[in-house]
């Protein structure tokens, strides 16, 4: 999906910094196909069915589901994290943690490259971000989310701003997000602090790909911040009920990936 297919809705975000959504025109409806109305069958067919087996297949098919769902987790989606320049590399590992923990998604092995001198913007010698998602994008492989992660400040429109700062980026039930640590370490925050505010921001970007809106729950990790870093850090860290629900809904858990 390309980036001239986005439909500009923009939210206004976490953003004093922090992250606005583009919604792209991708269609959420997820429901189940009905179910098809079988015909009755004739009588050959009938004389052709096996009778029933006679052992109650329950409890084996069962077993059978769980030891296949520890050996194979059923995931929402597949996501590729790129490193684009520079980041915090001992953070990578409590990233796919937790975007693991909260989303139950597969993580590939992070890849670096070149941060895309396409989305520079010089008159505020920063990056813009919907640029670095139709980057990511482009280089991507098909069926694989991206969710990009730098240390330069990223900017996109908001509103009557013009190219505004933002703590991340992503589409809403599309296959690209961008996360910065530029804004969430600026007040020199503690190690662990700082570990929870990318975390969480990884969370909050990669839910937006999963098609998770902003919510209101008590400090859900889908709250819009308003402008203000303490949402971050007042989250839980965590998707309140109401989002976990609504996870369900937008993107059920598959054995097989959806995108693959
Ligand atoms: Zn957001
Ligand atoms: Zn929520």
Redesign the pocket.
Request: with cysteine; glycine share 8%.
């Given at each position: 999906m390309g980036p001239s297919n986005y439909t500009a809705r923009w939210k206004h975000a976490r953003s004093f910094p922090a992250c606005a959504v583009i919604h792209c025109c991708t269609c959420l409806a997820l429901a189940c196909a009905p179910a098809r109305t079988q015909p009755a069958p004739t009588g050959a067919e009938r004389a052709r069915k096996t009778p029933a087996p006679a052992v109650p297949r329950a409890a084996p098919l069962a077993a059978a589901d769980t030891l296949q769902d520890a050996a194979d987790p059923k995931v929402r989606r597949v996501l590729q994290l790129t490193i684009l320049g520079e980041f915090p590399r001992e953070v990578l590992a409590e990233i796919e943690a937790s975007l693991r923990a909260e989303l139950q998604v597969d993580v590939l092995p992070t890849i670096e490259r070149d941060l895309p001198q396409s989305a520079y913007y010089p008159p505020r010698k920063r990056y813009r971000a919907e640029r670095l998602l139709a980057a990511l994008e482009q280089n991507g492989t098909p069926g694989v989310s991206q969710l990009g992660l730098t240390v330069v400040d990223i900017s996109t429109t908001k509103g009557k701003h013009v190219d505004w700062g933002v703590f991340g980026l992503g589409t809403l039930g599309g296959d690209s997000a961008v996360i910065s640590v530029h804004r969430l370490r600026r007040d020199k925050p503690a190690p662990a602090l700082y570990h929870f505010r990318i975390k969480t921001t990884a969370v909050h970007e990669a839910g937006h790909m999963l098609g998770?809106d902003h919510?209101?729950?008590p400090r859900?990790?889908?709250?819009d911040a308003e402008g203000s870093i303490r949402t971050v850090d007042e989250s839980s860290g965590k998707?309140?009920p109401?989002?976990r629900t609504e996870l369900d809904r937008l993107a059920p858990a598959q054995r097989t990936p959806p995108h693959d």
């Open positions: 998770l919510c209101t729950e859900c990790l889908m709250n998707l309140g109401n989002c």
